[in-house]
């Protein structure tokens, strides 16, 4: 695009002055880049007075402009650079030029449109990293010469980190920027090797000074960068370096929101400090990135925006493309609020670049994909605007010019043919971004006025008054038993005195109370009192975790759905108290009533736990039971809600169950495996050759909410085979420390708690058998020296671990042995003992009142009916051991003509009857037991089947 005639004739002053001074090197620009030459004088400024200034830049401008890299050999350059200079006089002097050098190439580009935007700020960010790193080591060589190298209480030397902040460290500096940094060291100590030492503190103080010095300090040549420390802890009032303990002890007491922002963008300058870093990562991480769901930093980033728009209504900042609506602190605060919400649990929002963190945004589903790609669009051509709009005269602003000359600048470089052109597609992106922005943080000043009744707000604020009057409020309200309300309200004001929320915490309870209280209040709640005394218990809990507060106060759907779940289900309450992380559950009413398809739950965990570095096993543990009780949360809901009926509740857990035994598994492994190497035999083999037998409740698909997982660990390892690891082992000994890892990961309590209890007392000889035992040991043991009772518990097995060849195995080795002959009068005897010592032991010792499990007439007895019919059928109609779920196998001896079907359906239908009045009772917080006049007709049907089958002696026909 050709230059209006105003930028030409200054185009055509520059040349004339640059010919005056520097006839020769200009004449070597001749065509086509002559012209380009004079076209990007006409654009900046500062092109143009940089050649003026340094004669040498002209002739070195023509042999690199052809250029596409300049980034690689900055640290080099410098190096060599800085070593020829004796005192700091040199060195800030070379500094300059240096700098102006490789800033009129980068302008080049930019206004030629040369350079992609993504490529022109990481050159930017490593031309300053280079100038920061190159002169740090600079001066610490020459401290050390004055005042000895530091030294920690080992003797060893100690470093001063850099941490470049902001858009330095996010790689995306900008043309004319300042460089924020924090400076920091690992331990204190003193300095050795001069003649008098001094404390490592006052080393890097001196040193952190003079750096400041050597970029910041405006000379004839000008300067490098502005440098502001403000960041650092204390800002300006505190010490100007400080080591790692103190910063960390810093940001655990004293660090504020504005700093976890800041925070984000943390990096340390220079690849060869990365090491000692990740210590220092590693105690900041915390702080910046919580554990949990932090729905706080929702209210603080728009704290801070409010502060910001209040100065550009101050300063009449209309026209900046930075602070204004829509602009690229906009699009800056909206992916920093997914990374301070979400990037505890998830990595890949703990990137520094904005670019790579939207794009993590758009892959995890957090925001439209049609958003992703407007605020990526914004971002891009804002950016190239500011950098354009700073390259014109080296100047930092974000403000759009006002004078006609530097708006053709601006809309020419853009690509525009005109200013209101470029102005109408800079708008286009400002809204788009605005949109997105208000949708996701809003404003204060837009809130509404609140619409919680006048009565709820009161109840709040006189709870701590006399329980009378409040029981007064609670009795306008509706509620049928407005005193044990009232006593319940007061009695958890008083518990909340004693909890340290500070002045947030306090101003987000002052909020969230009332609109609690006014769904609580609602008319058609049957028991209120409940409900209030579920959700303080609750609030309680979470109260010094303002963050999950504000969760609910900024989300009214997830209020909703806490108070219908904890109507519901007292279960799901305590576990909402237990595992406040599950909250955030409730934000998409669409996705908690909709548990995973079946046959996703493994591919769902998979994924989820990929977030996470394989290495990091604390996390990963920690990952396995967040899974767990967020699958369990859905289905419960789903539950309550009436989505699904009892059977399928039982499948959703049975395969949560397998999904987290193959997860399991599949981490023991590969921990062994590290450890120890694989057993040989299982080269060129597809599987493993381990398996987990599932018995009882996983066994037969019927698994409840807080069941326990009854295990069997086989393998099929041969005598004599070791492992190929540099640690070799026994095979065999590879597979009990594989099991035993597996029990560990199982057991470990988290601060999510354990993953199951685990139940390996079925195994062959129980608590005194080997955890783990081969396949052909199983069947021995099953056919030698297993008791009946161990026999009735195998019809309830089958694999839900292995691979294909021991699937095979062990389904040959249950079939034999459930087939094996038998004589029934003496199966009908050991298993009719074996129930009543059950009940003996288990059964209600209270007049009045039936425990629908284990008393005559239970479901207990069902399965013991069924197990017999199996054991003792089986030889003669060897398909009755395909299943190992009650339903089935009742339907099974119907069909072959075992059970009469009016018995059948019946013992099927009263198993369906049983087994839901317990899951009710259960969500209900309840025992699993009844008055002793209800479920008259059901235990009939099945005392008439034992009696049938059990009680006496039966004919062998």
């Not at 909410?705 to 009854?710: A, H």
């Not at 007049?847 to 069924?866: L, S």
């Not at 019919?869 to 003509?897: M, Q």
Request: net charge negative; with cysteine.
């Amino acid at each position: 695009m050709t230059l209006p005639d105003m930028l030409q004739k200054l185009a055509d002053r520059y040349l004339d002055t640059l010919n005056e001074k520097q006839a020769d090197s200009l004449a070597r620009w001749q065509g086509d880049e002559r012209a380009r030459l004079s076209r990007t004088l006409g654009l900046s400024d500062f092109i143009a007075s940089s050649l003026e200034h340094d004669e040498s830049l002209l002739p070195w401008l023509k042999e690199h402009v052809g250029e596409a890299e300049r980034n690689e050999g900055y640290r080099e350059t410098l190096e060599e650079i800085l070593a020829l200079q004796a005192d700091e006089n040199g060195a800030m002097r070379e500094l300059r030029r240096f700098r102006r050098r490789e800033m009129v190439w980068l302008a080049w580009k930019d206004f030629n449109g040369e350079i992609a935007l993504e490529s022109g700020l990481n050159h930017l960010s490593e031309l300053a990293e280079a100038m920061i790193i190159e002169s740090y080591h600079w001066l610490y060589a020459d401290c050390c010469k004055q005042w000895g190298t530091p030294t920690n209480a080992m003797g060893e030397p100690q470093p001063m980190l850099i941490l470049g902040m902001g858009k330095l460290g996010g790689g995306e500096l900008n043309f004319s920027s300042d460089i924020d940094l924090i400076f920091t060291y690992p331990e204190n100590g003193e300095t050795q090797g001069a003649r008098r030492s001094i404390a490592n503190p006052q080393f890097f103080t001196r040193l952190g000074q003079r750096l400041i010095k050597l970029l910041d300090q405006q000379t004839f040549d000008g300067f490098c960068y502005r440098v502001d420390m403000r960041l650092r802890p204390f800002g300006d009032s505190g010490p100007l370096v400080m080591s790692f303990a103190a910063l960390e002890d810093y940001y655990q007491e004293q660090g504020r929101d504005w700093e976890r922002y800041a925070m984000i963008k943390a990096r340390v300058m220079g690849r060869e400090q990365f090491e000692c870093y990740q210590e220092l990562r590693q105690l900041l991480r915390p702080f910046v990135f919580r554990r949990y769901i932090d729905f706080s930093a929702v209210q603080s980033l728009r704290r801070m925006k409010a502060m910001i728009s209040s100065e550009v209504r101050r300063r009449g900042l209309h026209d900046n493309i930075k602070l204004g609506p829509g602009g690229i602190r906009e699009i800056e605060f909206i992916a920093q609020s997914f990374q301070l919400i979400r990037g505890g649990r998830e990595p890949s929002l703990r990137k520094r670049g904005l670019l790579e963190t939207l794009q993590a945004v758009g892959d995890l589903g957090l925001l439209p994909e049609g958003d992703v790609v407007g605020l990526k669009n914004a971002y891009l051509f804002l950016r190239r605007m500011e950098n354009l709009l700073q390259a014109i005269a080296d100047k930092q602003t974000q403000t759009l010019p006002d004078t006609e000359r530097d708006q053709a600048r601006l809309h020419i470089a853009m690509g525009y043919d005109s200013w209101d052109g470029m102005m109408a597609a800079r708008q286009q992106h400002m809204d788009i971004v605005h949109d997105v922005f208000d949708s996701l943080i809003g404003d204060d000043e837009q809130e509404t006025e609140s619409d919680v009744p006048p009565a709820c707000q009161e109840l709040w604020d006189m709870a701590s008054r006399d329980p009378e009057i409040l029981a007064s409020i609670f009795t306008d309200t509706g509620v049928s038993c407005p005193e044990a309300m009232a006593a319940r309200l007061s009695y958890f004001k008083k518990e909340l005195a004693k909890r340290t929320l500070g002045p947030r915490g306090r101003e987000v309870l002052n909020r969230l109370m009332p609109k609690l209280l006014a769904k609580v209040v609602e008319p058609g709640l049957s028991c209120p009192e409940e409900l209030l005394g579920r959700l303080t218990h609750l609030i309680v809990r979470i109260a010094s975790r303002t963050t999950y507060m504000e969760l609910l106060d900024e989300h009214p759907a997830a209020i909703a759905q806490l108070v219908r779940l904890c109507a519901a289900s007292p279960m799901v309450a305590e576990k909402l108290s237990t595992y406040p992380v599950l909250l955030d559950e409730l934000l998409d009413p669409r996705e908690l009533y909709n548990p995973l398809p079946l046959d996703q739950y493994k591919t769902e965990l998979r994924e989820f736990l990929a977030r996470i570095p394989e290495e990091d096993m604390e996390q990963q543990m920690e990952a396995l039971r967040q899974f767990k009780q967020i699958q369990l949360l859905k289905i419960a809901a789903a539950d309550i809600a009436g989505v699904l009926p009892l059977m399928k509740v039982s499948d959703h857990l049975t395969y949560l169950a397998e999904a987290i035994i193959d997860a399991a598994v599949g981490q023991a492994w590969v921990q062994t495996a590290a450890k120890y190497g694989e057993p040989s035999h299982l080269s060129g083999r597809d599987g493993r050759g381990f398996a987990v037998i599932g018995y009882g409740k996983v066994g037969g698909w019927e698994l409840g909410y807080g069941s326990d997982l009854d295990v069997v660990f086989i393998h099929d390892c041969p005598d004599n085979v070791y492992t190929n690891g540099k640690k070799e082992i026994d095979g065999r000994q590879f597979y009990l420390r594989l099991a035993q890892r597996v029990v560990h990961l199982f057991s470990t309590r988290t601060a999510s708690g354990v993953l199951y209890e685990l139940d390996t007392r079925l195994r062959p000889s129980g608590t005194s058998g080997m955890l783990v035992t081969t396949l052909e040991s199983f069947r021995e043991y099953q056919e030698q020296e297993a008791w009946t009772w161990e026999h009735q518990a195998l019809v309830r097995a089958r694999m839900v671990y292995g691979d294909p060849q021991l699937a095979d195995g062990f389904e040959k080795v249950r079939h034999e042995i459930l087939c094996a002959e038998r004589d029934t009068e003496k199966l009908r005897k050991e298993v009719a003992e074996m129930r009543e010592k059950m009940r003996e032991h288990l059964g209600s010792k209270t007049a009045g009142v039936f425990k629908i499990k284990q008393d005559r007439g239970g479901i207990t007895d069902i399965e013991f009916i069924a197990q017999y019919l199996v054991l003792n059928h089986s030889g003669k109609e060897p398909k009755l051991t395909r299943w190992s779920d009650n339903v089935r196998i009742f339907e099974d001896c119907a069909n072959y003509g075992i059970v009469e079907e009016g018995q059948a359906i019946a013992l099927r239908d009263t198993y369906v009857t049983l087994r839901d009045k317990m899951h009710r009772l259960a969500l209900a917080g309840n025992d699993a037991e009844v008055p002793d006049s209800t479920l008259v007709d059901e235990r009939n049907v099945v005392s008439e089947a034992w009696d049938n089958w059990l009680a006496g002696e039966q004919s062998t026909e």
